[in-house]
Nanobody
């Protein structure tokens, strides 16, 4: 079972990035996939979740209207499209598997597997 993130990088304020989380070893239909981020010196923060099965999506207030979570038709990859990026979005972004779909998705304790992360830096 593996989760592998990619797509991070350096972007200017106002720019966009798309992160990918490739899942292997399990079916996305029976779990949630959440994106977390951790900025230097700050606590880890759950920002979005996509529920397996019905595809419901959830966002924390700080990213609503700017970030979009989605999955591919093959249901092996979950994306996080990030638009209108701000310097405060700078963090390492992780995807994680929620063992009870997106229940309590902002809590790391609700996740059972994690990727290694990808760094997003928003700076001019």
């Amino acid at each position: 079972l593996q989760l592998v993130e990619s797509g991070g990088g350096l972007v200017q304020p106002g720019g966009s990035l798309r992160l990918s989380c490739v899942a292997s070893g399990f079916s996305l239909d029976y779990f949630g996939i959440a994106w977390f981020r951790q900025a230097p010196g700050k606590e880890r923060e759950g920002v979005s979740c996509l529920r397996g099965g019905d595809g419901s999506t959830y966002y924390t207030d700080s990213v609503k209207g700017r970030f979009t979570i989605s999955r591919d038709n093959a249901k092996t990859t979950v994306y996080l499209q990030m638009n209108s990026l701000k310097p405060e979005d700078t963090a390492v972004y992780y995807c994680a598997r929620g063992f009870n779909y997106c229940s309590a998705y902002t809590q790391g304790s609700a996740m059972d597997y994690w990727g290694k992360g990808t760094l997003v830096t928003v700076s001019s």
